[in-house]
């Protein structure tokens, strides 16, 4: 097979685990507004998905760390092993939409590089540096998130407490369609640029291009299939992350929001990737311990945790798998 046949067949997975990504992840932006009723349902995910738009054409500092940290050469990796990689994530990606849990993209990616890299190359092509880097910044960022949004949440308590509850809702369900808009421009900063460095990667590998720079197509395109995904919603996630963790008031839907929002922003300035679906979640259960403990449901966080800790083994067996499939046809 061509390997610009090859490369299209990347490119095509790419974009599908980029769309995929939007709709999984839409309740990163909006679960919280549309939870507390600050915004309808529909209205939210267009306003995430435009913005989700405008946030992956953002910078490609995130795309080029995905694309040079995690293998030591472009040229180890094949395109085989990229298609792996891809499908192994978008498979995990497809389950736990199904079954309404939330995961992280990001681990479901990270762990379907690694399985395809280490079956496809050998362990030798990891670049644990790298690796050591990007798995530090998706553990430690919802544990930042979580203490943020703690210190935010008591911090407007202190302040907004005296007022009477009515008017303060009403006042903070206007206030979540800035922090909502954020929350949705920032989500695209970071999370679009994990498909583009993977396409660039691609590109590198194949000898399409002299050097690890995102092209302009590139950036659009995954723009383009992440704010499609985002439209396309994803209700079964919302349900979870806007009222299965801890029931949000408008207050708390703005401190969650916020407090995420500045946390994958300063993430995508430093160049790092990390799961917006964490952040978010941490968040919410820092906003939610401030008000008291037992207002969290630790079931529910349990059995997220439980998704995440096996979401990284789980992408890398299936990508390892798939390579194997590949190769007895190529």
């Given at each position: 097979?061509?390997?610009?046949?090859?490369?299209?067949?990347?490119?095509?997975?790419?974009?599908?685990?980029?769309?995929?990504?939007?709709?999984?992840?839409?309740?990163?932006?909006?679960?919280?507004?549309?939870?507390?009723?600050?915004?309808?349902?529909?209205?939210?995910?267009?306003?995430?998905?435009?913005?989700?738009?405008a946030?992956?054409?953002?910078?490609?500092?995130?795309?080029?760390?995905?694309?040079?940290?995690?293998?030591?050469?472009?040229?180890?990796?094949?395109?085989?092993?990229?298609?792996?990689?891809?499908?192994?994530?978008?498979?995990?990606?497809?389950?736990?939409?199904?079954?309404?849990?939330?995961?992280?993209?990001?681990?479901?990616?990270?762990g379907?590089?690694?399985?395809?890299v280490?079956?496809?190359?050998?362990?030798?092509?990891i670049?644990?540096?790298?690796?050591?880097?990007?798995?530090?910044?998706?553990?430690?960022?919802?544990?930042?998130?979580?203490?943020?949004?703690?210190?935010?949440?008591?911090?407007?308590?202190?302040?907004?407490?005296?007022?009477?509850?009515?008017?303060?809702?009403?006042?903070?369900?206007?206030?979540?369609?800035?922090?909502?808009?954020?929350?949705?421009?920032?989500?695209?900063?970071?999370?679009?640029?994990?498909?583009?460095?993977?396409?660039?990667?691609?590109?590198?590998?194949?000898?399409?291009?002299?050097?690890?720079?995102?092209?302009?197509?590139?950036?659009?395109?995954?723009?383009?299939?992440?704010?499609?995904?985002?439209?396309?919603?994803?209700?079964?996630?919302?349900?979870?992350?806007?009222?299965?963790?801890?029931?949000?008031?408008?207050?708390?839907?703005f401190?969650?929001?916020?407090?995420?929002?500045?946390?994958?922003?300063?993430?995508?300035?430093?160049?790092?990737?990390?799961?917006?679906?964490?952040?978010?979640?941490?968040?919410?259960m820092?906003?939610?311990?401030?008000?008291?403990?037992?207002?969290?449901?630790?079931?529910?966080?349990?059995?997220?945790?439980?998704?995440?800790?096996?979401?990284?083994p789980?992408?890398?067996?299936?990508?390892?798998?798939?390579?194997?499939?590949?190769?007895?046809?190529?």
């Amino acid at each position: 097979m061509p390997d610009m046949t090859l490369v299209y067949i990347v490119v095509f997975f790419a974009l599908a685990f980029d769309y995929i990504n939007g709709f999984h992840d839409t309740a990163n932006a909006i679960a919280t507004s549309v939870s507390t009723r600050a915004l309808d349902p529909q209205y939210a995910v267009i306003l995430a998905a435009i913005l989700n738009f405008a946030g992956a054409l953002y910078s490609t500092g995130v795309a080029k760390t995905i694309g040079g940290d995690l293998v030591k050469s472009a040229s180890l990796v094949s395109q085989p092993v990229i298609i792996s990689a891809l499908f192994g994530a978008i498979v995990w990606n497809l389950i736990t939409w199904w079954m309404g849990i939330p995961s992280s993209s990001s681990h479901a990616l990270v762990g379907g590089v690694l399985g395809a890299v280490i079956v496809g190359a050998g362990f030798d092509a990891i670049n644990l540096t790298g690796v050591e880097k990007i798995v530090l910044s998706l553990v430690l960022s919802p544990l930042i998130a979580m203490a943020g949004g703690y210190v935010i949440m008591i911090a407007m308590m202190w302040i907004f407490g005296r007022q009477e509850p009515g008017k303060l809702n009403t006042g903070f369900k206007k206030m979540q369609l800035l922090s909502a808009s954020l929350m949705s421009f920032s989500h695209g900063s970071n999370d679009a640029q994990k498909a583009m460095g993977i396409i660039t990667l691609a590109l590198l590998s194949s000898g399409q291009i002299p050097e690890l720079e995102v092209p302009l197509w590139t950036k659009i395109a995954c723009a383009t299939a992440m704010g499609l995904g985002t439209a396309a919603g994803g209700w079964k996630i919302i349900k979870t992350m806007g009222g299965k963790i801890f029931k949000l008031e408008p207050i708390n839907g703005f401190a969650a929001d916020m407090n995420s929002a500045m946390v994958i922003f300063a993430a995508t300035n430093l160049h790092l990737p990390v799961s917006t679906t964490h952040v978010v979640s941490g968040s919410i259960m820092g906003v939610g311990s401030a008000k008291r403990i037992s207002a969290v449901r630790w079931g529910v966080a349990q059995q997220m945790l439980f998704a995440w800790i096996l979401t990284i083994p789980f992408s890398a067996v299936t990508s390892a798998l798939m390579y194997k499939f590949l190769m007895l046809f190529l």
